[in-house]
């Protein structure tokens, strides 16, 4: 199929502007596109009259236009995390036999707004629309650790560390401390933290804005799963985060 020229080289105009070239005078483009200025004038004026281009006032330079804003916020508000994450859950539930989940923030709680149930699982306690304490958890962990740290501090004041187990972290510098190793490990655990005799792991589902919008968790139980298994689910379980996030929109 012939590629119609004209649209390609609007492309490419589009293409030349990224987080560090913002602005490029009308010279700048010509040089870069390899066309002569009156070409890329007229295109510019093309991308100008459908809002695609921009221009500042103040030095002439050319800038993307309020349209690409407004059509990707179309693209970005028509994902459905849930539908997107469904054959990861499904993939992950199959490949290891365990219960998968898919969960969100809400407040000083996680949500689970998803679950596929595993095969060789006999893990009951979670159910869809069921809430879930942070700093228990591993998929509360994931939710909590990548947001800025006055988030967190917003989230965490007057936050009750509720004992579960005898594994739960009951206290904020040690809960601050694990969410730092969250971050820098790219992943969560909860080693019979949240019910004894289970262990989860989770990692997180990032989105177009580089901001964690869900977590993805494997659900285990110690006397069934040793540590080398475990092991092979957490890498099954990074893929599929990693593969879902550039799913909705992330990128490194």
């Known amino acids: 199929m012939p590629i119609i020229q004209s649209v390609d080289r609007a492309l490419r105009i589009l ?9 490029l005078k009308i010279t ?10 009156s070409t890329v004038h007229s295109l510019l004026k093309t991308l100008q009259e459908h809002r695609y281009i921009g221009q500042n006032p103040e030095n002439g330079k050319y800038k993307l236009g309020m349209k690409l804003f407004e059509r990707g916020n179309y693209v970005i508000s028509s994902i459905d995390i849930m539908q997107m994450a469904k054959k990861y859950l499904l993939d992950l539930s199959i490949k290891t036999g365990q219960t998968t989940h898919l969960v969100i923030l809400d407040e000083k709680e996680g949500v689970y707004i998803d679950k596929v149930e ?5 893990i009951r306690y979670s159910r869809i629309g069921r809430r879930i304490p942070l700093h228990s958890s ?3 962990k994931i939710l909590l650790a990548f947001l800025d740290t006055r988030e967190i501090e917003r989230i965490l004041q007057g936050y009750v560390y509720t004992q579960q187990t005898a594994n739960t972290i009951t206290h904020k510098v040690e809960f601050m401390q694990e969410l730092k190793n969250v971050r820098t490990q790219g992943y969560a655990v909860d080693n019979q933290e949240n019910e004894p005799g289970v262990r989860c792991i989770a990692v997180p589902v990032r989105n177009h804005s580089n901001q964690v919008q869900a977590a993805i968790s494997i659900s285990t139980l110690v006397s069934r799963i040793n540590n080398q298994e475990l092991d092979e689910y957490l890498a099954l379980l990074k893929g599929a985060g990693q593969e879902l996030s550039e799913q909705m929109g992330y990128s490194l």
């Open 15 to 23: 293409d030349l502007f990224d987080e560090h070239t913002t602005e």
């Open 28 to 37: 700048d483009i010509s040089e870069l596109m390899g066309l002569h200025k």
């Open 118 to 122: 595993g095969s060789m699982a006999v």
């Open 138 to 140: 591993a998929v509360g």
